[in-house]
């Protein structure tokens, strides 16, 4: 049996197509004739020779490790103490001050848990002192947890305010009444009182001023939370409302003194809302301001901070501390930053000096078997 064997038809070409004139008209598929379609833009390549990255690696080096001598040193002078508020060591826990406060207390309690922490101070605290309160074992970056709140409700807006969101579940309403503000995120806001007091050397106590306002970032006080307009009075603005199922007051009772630290635009609530995105953390407490005259902020010292127990732990396994830290240009202390580029500018040094030794010991029998050949 004979067959017709066409090569254009093998090798993908079609055969020409018959226009109406009966003549055969074949398709252009070549690209076209433009420097980018024909791959002839101008390119760069370096080329990697010894004279080129022995230099880089000399230069990195020489640049990075002077850099993350100075973060590491700043960040040493930055001074910090840690105070633990709870303990739950076999051996130590009996010994530490709150220890009845973290066995016994938990939600359902009905009046709060006080103890004292007595601490020193080694050396003074000059310029502003910052207090955090300090939690671990908290996994505030849960996915649903992080999804549990109504921003709009936070933002002021009265119909969210009546109708929060249903991703507030299941602490988006109690009694029947919707909760403000809604959520898991707002419902376990920590609501524990410290207050400092200094020890003078005859024996008698000295409360340290601590400042509740400016812990907030300015854009989440003024942009982000708002009480719901139309009243000054926030008992009647939130009436119809139902407090958190955690709280012990509701959300117009945070600082009923203070109107402008009241209601949504509490900072305490507002630091609170932040979440963290690790479950050991920190978060800002108060600000205790630098004196005008010479005398330290906080004098070197006995200390005893005043802890109204009111957030259990316990049933997460978690740890309370208490903070107080310094800072400097490059915030707070964390001596990571100055570590790495330590690190990396000696690895970089190290490899330079590597490669130079290297090329110096094969570069010139190298070059010398060129010139035999």
């Known amino acids: ?3 017709n064997y066409n090569a254009k038809e093998e090798d993908g070409h079609q055969p020409a197509a018959i226009g109406h004139g009966g003549a055969g008209t074949v398709k252009n598929k070549k690209p076209d004739n433009t420097a980018f379609k024909q791959q002839r833009l101008p390119a760069w390549q370096p080329i990697l020779t010894a004279g080129t990255v022995l230099p880089a690696f000399f230069v990195i080096g020489l640049i990075f490790i002077p850099i993350g ?3 590491f040193v700043t960040s040493n002078n930055i001074k910090e103490l840690e105070v633990t508020l709870t303990n739950y060591s076999v051996w130590l826990a009996i010994f530490h001050p709150c220890y009845n406060c973290s066995q016994s207390y938990s939600w359902n309690s009905t009046k709060p848990c006080t103890c004292s922490v007595p601490f020193s101070l080694d050396q003074p605290f000059e310029s502003n002192v910052f207090m955090y309160y300090g939690l671990s074992n908290f996994y505030q970056n849960h996915r649903r947890y992080v999804k549990s709140r109504d921003d709009s409700q936070l933002n002021g807006d009265k119909a969210s305010l009546k109708s929060p969101s249903k991703e507030c579940e299941p602490y988006r309403t109690s009694d029947e009444k919707p909760i403000a503000p809604c959520g898991a995120i707002a419902n376990s806001l920590f609501n524990d009182t410290l207050e400092l007091y200094y020890i003078d050397p005859n024996g008698s106590r000295t409360a340290i001023p601590l400042v509740k306002k400016g812990i907030a970032w300015w854009t989440d006080k ?8 139309g009243n000054d009075n926030l008992t009647v603005v939130f009436q119809g409302t139902s407090k958190p199922v955690n709280w012990r007051k509701s959300v117009y009772e945070l600082d009923p003194s203070d109107p402008d630290n009241n209601g949504f635009i509490n900072e305490d609530f507002i630091v609170w809302m932040r979440t963290a995105a690790l479950p050991t953390f920190r978060k800002l407490y108060r600000i205790i301001h630098k004196k005008p005259n010479m005398t330290p ?3 070197l010292g ?3 901070l005043e802890v109204t127990y009111n957030y259990p732990v316990r049933s997460f396994e978690g740890r309370k501390r208490m903070i107080l830290s310094t800072i400097s240009w490059m915030g707070g202390k964390n001596p990571f930053l100055g570590i790495a580029y330590i690190t990396v500018g000696s690895v970089c040094f190290f490899l330079g000096i590597v490669l130079l030794i290297i090329h110096h010991k094969y570069g010139n029998r190298n070059h010398s078997a060129d010139i035999r050949s």
Not at 222 to 229: A, D, I, L, Q, T
Request: cysteine-free; overall charge positive; charged content about 15%.
């Open 222 to 229: 003024h942009v982000k939370f708002r009480n719901p307009g």
């Open 302 to 304: 006995r200390y005893i």
């Open 297 to 299: 902020t906080l004098p």
């Open 69 to 71: 001598i100075g973060l």
């Open 1 to 3: 049996m004979a067959s």
